[in-house]
């Protein structure tokens, strides 16, 4: 693994997370208006004091650095399926694609995300042998199948009913 600047614990355990807490605290405390209107040097000196106690113990400042990557990589997760979603779901003049489309279209891109991930963090195999060569496989399967079959007639159900002819 390359070792970076931002890497050493100085930086990762100290200044990082008091530069989060310090920004989170200021902006809540500034956007609440709690201390008061326009009282943005108090808040300050707030945001300072909790970010300063915050790295005076190990206990917060290491769950804030473990949970600080796992956030990250949600984000971008999301943000790659928001991103094919939003192709997918334009809205322009001419669009041919119809509203069952574009949901199937969602639902496939979905999955190709979720598979992306699983990919990306080593996970994919695991996953696909415990759904192809493992013990329970063709249980697992069954039960997929099953809860598409229902979530279908649900579906159905749902999109026929409560037309009512005049």
């Known amino acids: 693994m390359v070792e970076t600047i931002f890497s050493e614990p100085i930086i990762r355990d100290i200044i990082l997370p008091f530069l989060l807490v310090f920004t989170l605290v200021f902006a809540i405390l ?8 326009g ?3 108090i808040n300050a000196i707030v945001s300072f004091v909790i970010s300063i106690m915050l790295v005076g113990f190990s206990y917060p400042t290491g769950i804030i650095v473990k949970l600080v990557p796992f956030l990250v990589v949600c984000i971008v997760v999301l943000f790659v399926f928001m991103l094919i979603y939003g192709f997918i779901s334009g809205k322009k003049e001419g669009d041919v694609l119809n509203k069952g489309l574009k949901i ?7 999955f190709a995300v979720i598979v992306a991930v699983l990919w990306a963090t080593g996970a994919w195999n695991s996953v696909y042998n415990a759904l192809v060569e493992g013990q329970y496989a063709g249980k697992i399967w069954f039960n997929i199948l099953l809860l598409a079959i229902i979530g279908g007639a649900i579906a159905v159900v749902l999109s026929s009913g409560g037309k009512k002819k005049e």
Do not use: C
Not at 30 to 37: F, I, V
């Open 39 to 41: 009282k943005r040097q």
């Open 30 to 37: 500034d956007k609440t208006k709690l201390l008061g209107e």
């Open 104 to 110: 199937a279209l969602g639902i496939i891109f979905g």
